[in-house]
């Protein structure tokens, strides 16, 4: 049985891409998200219990390889599985797409962790942080400015550090959407994570068009593994691999 590891788009279209080949897959999902888009294929939800819950599945379910198609920043489950896997000889691939690179009009600072961005802002500066709810105490550093987090689902607990406040909305997110939000927010500062890809682009885009400086985030260290950046090149490795 093959393992789609998944949680991104590309994950998605990979699904669909394998619907109607007949291979034996199962899909899994963090369950981060409370009412993920469904998969076309068998999908688990959850954690798999730490490296001994993986290793039993993987073991369970008779698994022959393994294509991670999890978020760029999911680096805990990218370097577990790339780990076991080779332990294990057990073909795994890392589908990785190119992060965002900025353009000649853009003001974009990089910073390798959370807790260096908020040396970037200043205290009377309003902030959007487009970095997920998992993470946010990692910014209490910003304490003191106006801080607007934007999270998918209502929030189950509050703010982590004083001076912030929640953004609920559900992406899409396009341009002209991102453009409206920033202005009437008075957003002075942007932050992100470099995930790349095209569905998150669109606040970069409205952060340039409204000359917004933008604090990002470097990705973290990936394992040395084998690693494919397109939907297609990863849907072919799963073919020969
Ligand atoms: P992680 O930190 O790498 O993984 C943490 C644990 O979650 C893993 O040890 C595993 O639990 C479980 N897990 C992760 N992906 C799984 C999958 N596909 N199937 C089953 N279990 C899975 O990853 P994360 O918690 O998903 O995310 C870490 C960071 O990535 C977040 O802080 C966020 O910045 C970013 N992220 C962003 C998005 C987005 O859409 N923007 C989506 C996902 C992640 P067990 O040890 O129990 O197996």
């Known amino acids: 049985m093959i393992l789609l590891l998944a949680g991104t788009l590309e994950a998605r279209q990979i699904a669909w891409g394998l619907v109607d080949q007949g291979l034996p897959v199962e899909a899994s999902m963090a369950g981060a998200t409370r009412k993920p888009e469904r998969l076309p294929l068998p999908t688990r939800i959850g954690g798999f219990g730490g490296e001994d819950g993986f290793r039993a599945y993987l073991a369970e379910k008779g698994v022959t ?3 991670d198609a999890t ?9 577990r599985t790339a780990r076991v896997c080779a332990d294990l000889a057990l073909p795994y691939c ?5 992060g965002w690179v900025p353009e000649k009009e853009d003001d974009w600072t990089f910073v390798d962790a959370p807790d260096a961005v908020a ?18 105490a990692q910014f209490k550093g910003l304490r ?3 801080v607007l987090a934007r999270i998918v689902d209502p929030p189950t607990a509050p703010f982590p550090f ?5 953004v609920i909305a559900r992406p899409p ?8 939000l920033f202005t009437q927010l008075g957003v002075t500062h942007l932050v992100a994570k470099n995930a790349g890809g095209p569905a998150g682009v669109a606040k970069l885009t409205a952060a340039r068009q409204l000359g917004l400086p933008v604090i990002m985030i470097n ?8 690693r494919v950046s397109t939907v297609q090149q990863a849907l072919d490795w799963i073919k020969t691999a």
């Open 65 to 67: 390889k393994v294509l």
């Open 71 to 79: 978020h760029p920043f999911a680096a805990q489950i990218t370097d």
């Open 94 to 98: 890392q589908l990785l797409r190119p």
């Open 119 to 136: 040396q970037h802002i200043p205290q009377h500066a309003t902030v959007f942080l487009a970095t997920g709810r998992q993470t946010l």
């Open 144 to 146: 003191g400015r106006r």
């Open 162 to 166: 004083e001076g912030g406040e929640y």
């Open 173 to 180: 997110f396009p341009l002209d959407r991102e453009v409206d």
């Open 219 to 226: 990705r973290p260290a990936m394992p040395a593994a084998t």
